[in-house]
């Protein structure tokens, strides 16, 4: 079971990407899937969540009204808009647990690579 992140890049404050994650070998189309973050030095950090269905959102207050999760049958996307350099980190995707906010899974993937210049 593999989630792969993709998308990642260096961008000047206030740019945008797009991230995607996929998966390899099976669908998480059945399950509720978050979007986290580790910056160097500080612990992972919950980002963005999506409902099974796509209708309910969830967001970390650092990244509301700048950032969109999305997803469709095989890909989740997160749309990062407004950029700033406390952005910047590895992005991860993972099944959650939505109400709790945390990983169902233990295997993290490699992640993609965010950077944000000031």
């Known amino acids: 079971v593999q989630l792969q992140a993709s998308g990642g890049g260096l961008v000047q404050a206030g740019g945008s990407l797009r991230l995607s994650c996929a998966a390899s070998g099976w669908s998480f189309s059945g399950y509720n899937m978050g979007w986290f973050r580790q910056a160097p030095g500080k612990e992972r950090e919950f980002v963005a969540g999506?409902?099974?269905?796509?209708?309910r959102t969830d967001y970390a207050d650092s990244v509301k009204d700048r950032f969109t999760i999305s997803r469709d049958l095989n890909t989740v996307h997160l749309q990062m808009n407004s950029l700033k350099p406390e952005d910047t980190g590895v992005y991860y995707c993972?099944?959650?647990?939505?109400?709790?906010?945390?990983?169902?899974?233990?295997?993290w993937g490699q992640g993609t690579l965010v950077t944000v210049s000031s």
């Open positions: 999506i409902s099974v269905s796509g209708v």
């Open positions: 993972t099944t959650i647990q939505y109400t709790t906010r945390t990983s169902l899974g233990s295997d």
